[in-house]
């Protein structure tokens, strides 16, 4: 089946620095891209849907500046979180869309920002 | 903004038991999917189903749909230890929306 790889699993970051996330489809072509986070015992709250070759596009309330998405490719996504607050730590999760109604998810990142 | 609201929150059972998770959503869906996440971990999708379906099975899985009440279940039977996860339903509203998810229910399985 469809594999989506995402790294780091986890990471430990020092506030004011930036963090970058990979999110990979494996065997398949995404042209979008979702990213995802997700506060302990909570929902998934959708940040951005990530469109290759294209600009991002942001839920309402999701800083642009502050988590950058580059879809560059049609395997690859990236989410960047800039100048990273301790407010900033939480489990970030990517999927990608593999067909027109199926979505395969990455194993999520734990980010702590100290 | 969310969409759906799973009932109950957490739910546990003894192993061999059937559990039944409820899933209500607000507005017009396309399909609506249920998915598990072991704690820690990404979502697995468990299944799909459209809205001119009401009914669809797969494995142990049982999946309802009503779209008058706009209410799902997701039935697991003879439960095992290793269905211990949260378990969300999301909604789509096209073939390439992005997915609305509900607040999850956590599914213990004692052994």
């Known amino acids: 089946g469809a594999v989506v790889s995402q790294h780091p699993s986890r990471v430990i970051c020092k506030s004011g620095t930036s963090v970058k996330i990979e999110c990979r489809s494996l065997?398949?072509?995404?042209?979008?891209m979702f990213w995802y986070r997700q506060f302990p015992k909570q929902s998934l709250m959708l940040m951005a849907t990530?469109?290759?070759?294209?600009?991002?596009?942001?839920e309402q309330g999701v800083e642009k500046d502050k988590f950058l998405i580059n879809h560059a490719s049609l395997t690859l996504s990236t989410l960047t979180v800039t100048s990273a607050h301790p407010e900033d730590s939480s489990f970030y999760i990517c999927?990608?869309?593999?067909?027109?109604?199926?979505?395969?998810f990455g194993s999520g990142t734990r980010l702590t920002v100290v | 903004s969310q969409q759906g609201e799973e009932d109950p929150q957490a739910l546990s059972i003894q192993e061999g038991e059937n559990a039944t998770m409820n899933c209500s959503y607000k507005?017009?869906?396309?399909?609506l999917q249920w998915y598990r996440q072991n704690s820690g971990r990404g979502l697995v999708h468990l299944i799909l189903?459209?809205?001119?379906?009401r009914e669809k099975h797969s494995g142990r899985l049982r999946v309802t749909l009503d779209t008058s009440k706009k209410s799902s279940s997701l039935l697991i039977t003879a439960s095992r230890a290793a269905d211990t996860a949260s378990y969300f339903c999301?909604?789509?509203?096209?073939?390439?929306?992005?997915?609305?998810f509900g607040k999850g229910i956590t599914l213990s399985v004692r052994p």
């Open positions: 999301a909604t789509g509203t096209g073939a390439n929306s992005k997915l609305t």
């Open positions: 065997d398949f072509q995404a042209t979008t």
């Open positions: 189903i459209r809205s001119n379906e």
């Open positions: 990530s469109n290759e070759g294209s600009k991002a596009t942001y």
């Open positions: 999927s990608a869309r593999e067909s027109n109604y199926g979505y395969t």
């Open positions: 507005t017009s869906i396309n399909n």
